[in-house]
């Protein structure tokens, strides 16, 4: 299936890749998971380079062979409200797990930043790995749970954010009316893992709600970014299984009656890229001699920025992503993309030279959600 919206880009900001051994490259703060101005600098790269969207991933407990700097590392809803002060139109992509978290407490923070941004706020909504429940009080929870727990949670959160009908406030101080309450919404929600009567104190946003994303591979999971959410981060090991998952996610759409251009399906990439195929060889080498054992795939998108710039613009030809996320291998990896990729896929009119809106929904081309009663 052809895609019909333009290229969109995220960057994963906390620092210093997937990987085992970036935090010991000499041009790389070894702190950066925990260096505001690091995540604040890296913010601004990417909103000067027209990116719709950071995005943090979570990491909320701590297991075995866990990647050093998520050992010490910020909370995001904290960061993105930081960073939400220091930028203007760039969306703030939050992850946080079902399995562990509140829904009411999350539907509030996520609102929260949404408003303290001006319509920017999103919500990566995944089930996460069993191994954290401990940290939780849900111990005696387990991987059988995860989504039952994901569909609740959802639903939940959906229903608090639309708690308000946009007229609700009506804050007249001459009859000193302040709200029509008839425009208030409980979800009195009773599952299985989750009891929420609502409502939630807060109205909605400019966007109408956050906007909603999942992650996962899985049947399970493509039914519930399906049945609930704005948009996916998936990943395929090649273009032809990522078009396949982009696909099937589309198909699933239409039988539920949605429009497949109001989501966003994206996946994660690591490039490393240089002016010439040399350049960026040199780069990754200078990551491979940090390990004796040299243990460090080659990323798939890698090479001269005109060769990256082809891979991408591929990709989302052939509909595989409507958003690329960027990690960073190299230090210098965003800034690289920046410099010397971002201009080509300008040129080549597959990615914008200016912000289309102020919202994070409006960049993504994703449209006002009503309110709507559950
Ligand atoms: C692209 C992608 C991104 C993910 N990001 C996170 C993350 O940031 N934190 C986390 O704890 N789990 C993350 N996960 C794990 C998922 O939450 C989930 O546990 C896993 O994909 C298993 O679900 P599935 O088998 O239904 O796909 C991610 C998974 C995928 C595929």
């Given at each position: 299936m052809e ?13 210093l890749g ?9 041009e790389?703060?070894?702190d950066?998971s ?22 943090l ?11 050093p ?21 760039i969306?703030?992509?939050?992850t ?46 387990g ?12 639903e939940?959160?959906?229903g608090l ?10 804050r ?7 709200l029509?309450?008839?425009?208030m ?23 109408g709600r ?8 899985s049947q ?7 049945s609930?959410?704005?948009g ?12 396949a ?8 759409l ?7 251009e109001d989501?966003?399906v994206?996946v994660?990439?690591?490039p490393?890229v240089g ?9 990754y ?19 001269s ?10 990709w989302?030809d052939?509909?595989?992503?409507d958003m690329l996320i ?37 960049n993504?081309e994703?449209?006002m ?5 559950i």
């Amino acid at each position: 299936m052809e895609n019909i919206k333009k290229l969109k880009l995220a960057a994963i900001i906390d620092g210093l890749g997937w990987n085992y051994v970036g935090w010991q490259h000499p041009e790389m703060p070894a702190d950066a998971s925990e260096n505001i101005d690091f995540y604040i600098q890296q913010a601004k790269l990417a909103e000067g380079a027209k990116f719709d969207t950071l995005f943090l991933v979570d990491v909320s407990h701590v297991g075995p062979g866990n990647i050093p700097h998520y050992l010490s590392m910020f909370e995001g809803v904290s960061v993105m409200s930081a960073i939400s002060t220091h930028t203007q139109k760039i969306g703030l992509s939050v992850t946080a797990s079902t399995s562990y978290a509140d829904p009411y407490s999350v539907a509030r923070q996520i609102l929260s930043l949404d408003k303290i941004s001006r319509g920017r706020a999103s919500l990566n909504a995944i089930t996460s790995n069993p191994g954290g429940m401990v940290n939780f009080s849900r111990g005696h929870l387990g991987k059988s749970d995860q989504y039952p727990m994901n569909k609740e949670f959802m639903e939940i959160l959906l229903g608090l954010w639309d708690t308000y009908e946009d007229d609700a406030f009506i804050r007249d101080k001459e009859s000193g009316v302040f709200l029509d309450p008839r425009k208030m919404h409980r979800v009195n929600y009773r599952g299985k893992y989750f009891q929420v009567e609502g409502p939630l104190n807060l109205s909605r946003s400019v966007q109408g709600r956050p906007v909603l994303y999942t992650a996962g591979t899985s049947q399970t999971f493509m039914d519930h970014a399906t049945s609930y959410t704005d948009g996916v981060f998936t990943h395929g090991h090649t273009l032809e299984e990522t078009v396949a998952i982009a696909n099937e996610l589309r198909r699933q759409l239409v039988e539920k009656g949605r429009r497949p251009e109001d989501f966003i399906v994206s996946v994660s990439q690591n490039p490393i890229v240089g002016r010439t195929d040399q350049e960026a060889l040199e780069k990754y080498l200078e990551l491979l001699r940090l390990i004796p054992k040299n243990s460090l795939p080659r990323p798939l998108f890698f090479g001269s920025a005109e060769k990256v710039a082809d891979q991408i613009q591929q990709w989302h030809d052939q509909g595989a992503i409507d958003m690329l996320i960027l990690r960073q291998d190299h230090p210098h990896g965003l800034r690289d993309f920046i410099d010397l990729v971002v201009p080509i896929l300008q040129e080549r009119g597959i990615f914008r030279t200016e912000y289309e809106a102020d919202t994070l929904r409006g960049n993504l081309e994703l449209p006002m959600p009503a309110f709507r009663e559950i």
